[in-house]
Each structure stands twice: as C-alpha cells, then as structure tokens.
C-alpha cells in the first residue's frame, strides 16, 4: 500500500506559479509511475502529467505543455509538479496518483486526497 499527500496548493494571480509536493509512504513509491491530475467543478477529473519510476520520458497534457514541470526526488519519496504561467482555467484540485503510468485515472491504484489550486484572473 502507498499513501500519497498533496501539498503546496493555494491561490494564485493568473501569470503567476505553484509548486504541487506529493509526499508518498507506504511500499516503495519509487516502483511505481507517478501522475497528476486534476477535477474542476462539473467536469471529470483529466489527465495533467505523468512521471515514469526512472524519471525517463514525461508526458503532459496539451493545455499545461510548456507550463507544466513534472519530476520526483525517488530518494525523499516525493514528487513534484512545478506550475508556471498559471491560467484561470487551470483552476482545479489537483491529485497525485501511483500506479504503472499512463494517461488514463484506471491505470493508477494509489491516489492522494487532492490539493486546491485556484488561479484568479
């Protein structure tokens, strides 16, 4: 079992920038793939970034490309998503996941309990 806590959400003027931490406990978080989404109201919760165990290739969404940066430090079991350039429409809460990677919630086992993040225009 791994435990997974967000931190570092909070409310941002939009152009402005947040660092998400994911703090993991538990099995060894370093086995596993990580990823970050995030559920606005009314909508589904969507892909945001996901992170191999090795830190090889990244992938990000299409909205956050460029803005986004994700990474982890496997020896402190934590990982990170460094967001610049915030936009309103990035306004959500935001979850870190652990599983065997993708772009998909389903192929993600362990799940944090979501951090908010609210960019003001």
């Known amino acids: 079992q791994v435990q997974l806590v967000e931190s570092g959400g909070g409310l941002v003027q939009a152009g402005g920038s947040l660092r998400l931490s994911c703090a993991a406990s538990g099995r060894t978080f370093s086995r596993y793939a990580m990823g970050w989404f995030r559920q606005a109201p009314g909508k589904e919760r969507e892909f945001v970034a996901t992170?191999?165990?090795?830190?090889?290739?990244?992938y990000y969404a299409d909205d956050v490309e460029g803005r986004f940066t994700i990474s982890r430090d496997n020896a402190k079991n934590t990982g990170y998503l460094q967001m610049n350039s915030l936009k309103p429409e990035d306004t959500a809460v935001y979850y870190c996941?652990?599983?065997?990677?993708?772009?998909?919630?389903?192929?993600?086992?362990?799940w944090g309990q979501g951090t908010q993040v609210t960019v003001s225009s």
């Open positions: 996941a652990g599983g065997r990677g993708g772009l998909r919630p389903d192929a993600y086992n362990y």
């Open positions: 992170i191999p165990w090795n830190s090889g290739n990244t």
